[in-house]
């Protein structure tokens, strides 16, 4: 829980008055305020503080007496002036109002799909005006339905399918490359749900499209990691499909990862776990030799590759194709 204690030995307001014996509902109140404080990350508005029966002038008193701290028009922070960052994305909804959610790429970042970067809070409103104040980018958006809203971490924001829609149409696509990657790593892309929020017109839906058109064309695999390499670098920078788990070499019990048999390329995917033991390895190296005698060129990949930097392994991989 935030402290809701300010940061001076001087008593709140309301702790003065009722020992001044101005009786239990001052008392009340300030169980009020400090307990909205503690389920709202320390933040409080001016319009919650009236509905549980603060009057203007004692919300006043509190803000001259520091133990509330402006962030926005009617919304503060309790006890301090150092509000977290998620206190700050709850701050600005309360701010825009109505029907109001954190939106773009602060709505994966809320999900710990990605890292924060620090920019600047955006949040979406089907009931304000679009703009730019108090730190916060608000864009405004007639369509936003009640359904497409949810809570994470008890901040009000869009539902992940349209935050990543959202981060198609506003990010570069290297940045959105790397959202899709991170989101898909977690198994959070949904394929249907992520379909159904596209719109003709809707900024970034032509870009979620394709990549969507490439999922469907993945073949299956038998591992995870196998997984991630067709879908983070294949389809996600549009390389030709490969065979998967061929065997190349008509007498030898050899099994590759991938196969391009028209150029001659295979490709083998080494993890953290198959391919970490010095046995392994040496196993590996010895199918490489056999593969380049018969006038194959493999190539291989480790997972610390695939989900830091698919683009380079795009690169690498698309020039032995062509």
């Known amino acids: 829980m935030l402290p809701t204690t300010p940061p001076t030995d001087r008593e709140p307001p309301a702790i003065s008055l009722a020992r001044r014996g101005e009786g239990r509902e001052v008392r009340r109140q300030h169980r009020l305020l400090t307990g909205m404080a503690a389920r709202q990350h320390g933040v409080v508005s001016r319009a919650g503080l009236l509905a549980v029966g603060f009057g203007g002038p004692q919300i006043d008193r509190l803000i001259a007496a520091e133990w509330l701290h402006r962030l926005h028009a009617g919304v503060y922070h309790v006890g301090h002036p150092q509000p977290t960052r998620i206190a700050r994305h709850l701050a600005a909804t309360m701010g825009v109002g109505g029907q109001t959610g954190v939106s773009h790429r602060p709505g994966v970042v809320l999900r710990g799909v990605i890292a924060d970067d620090g920019a600047l809070i955006q949040v979406t409103t089907a009931t304000g005006r679009g703009g730019e104040r108090d730190g916060v980018r608000i864009h405004e958006s007639r369509g936003l339905r009640p359904g497409e809203l949810t809570g994470v971490q008890g901040v009000p924001t869009v539902r992940l399918e349209r935050a990543l829609i ?14 899709w990657n991170a989101m898909d790593r977690k ?16 900024t970034g839906s032509a870009a979620v499209r394709a990549r969507l ?3 469907a064309e993945l073949p299956p695999t038998e591992s995870e990691l196998e997984e991630l390499f067709l879908t983070a670098v294949i389809g996600a920078y549009g390389l030709p499909m490969p065979v998967p788990q061929s065997s190349p070499l008509p007498h030898r019990v050899l099994r590759v990862d991938f196969a391009w ?48 930097s698919p683009e380079l392994v795009a690169t690498d991989l698309g020039s032995a194709l062509t």
């Open 166 to 179: 959202e981060v198609a149409g506003s990010c570069s696509p290297k940045e959105f490359a790397r959202v």
């Open 187 to 202: 198994r959070l892309i949904d394929p249907l749900l992520l379909a159904g929020q596209l719109r003709r017109g809707r």
């Open 213 to 215: 058109d490439a999922y």
């Open 261 to 308: 048999p028209h150029v001659r390329v295979i490709v083998e995917i080494d993890g953290r776990t198959w391919h970490a033991i010095q046995s392994t390895w040496g196993e590996d190296h010895e199918r490489d030799l056999a593969l380049r005698l018969a006038g194959w060129r493999p190539l291989r990949y480790t997972h610390h590759q695939l989900t830091h």
